[in-house]
């Protein structure tokens, strides 16, 4: 085992779960090109062109905006004399279901923004719930992580107070 997490970097259990993974990426892409290989490649360039030069940046850009913006409003900031946890738990409370909410959105998107008619024609399904539906789970993500956040802040007060 150490032979391993000397030579990997890690257990051998993640080096067999990464082994899995790519095994199961490399059957999907192989299936994949069976069909439209020029189509499957393009689009597989187009997002990582999309990604790394676009999505990235600007979610790079909002994250560090929301950081500054949460260390103005705890009042622990750089410099402000506090070690910023309290900063770090404000972020997380909010970087974690606007993460989960777009990944929803990226996956649903094109039932979100309407649903084609040949989804429509093919599925039987009404096309107007899921822009709803993704409004409503978001909501629940945020109402839920404020909660959490809510009741970790005052655990953290009351250990403040009593020490």
Known sequence: MTVVRRWYGAS?????????????????????????????????????????LVFLPGYTLVDRGWRWVAGRLTGRGRGAGGDGRARVRLTNHVRVPAVVSALLFLVYFPLILGPSESYLSKSGLP???????WLLVCAFLFAASALVG??????????DHSA
């Open 150 to 159: 809510a009741v970790r802040y005052a655990r953290a007060s009351s250990d």
């Open 127 to 133: 096309g107007h719930p899921f822009a709803g539906r």
């Open 12 to 52: 051998a259990l993640h080096l067999l779960l990464m082994a899995g993974a790519f095994a199961l990426i490399g059957y999907a892409g192989v299936r994949l090109l069976s069909g439209d290989v020029v189509g499957v490649l393009v689009w597989f360039v187009g997002a990582a062109v999309l990604h790394d």
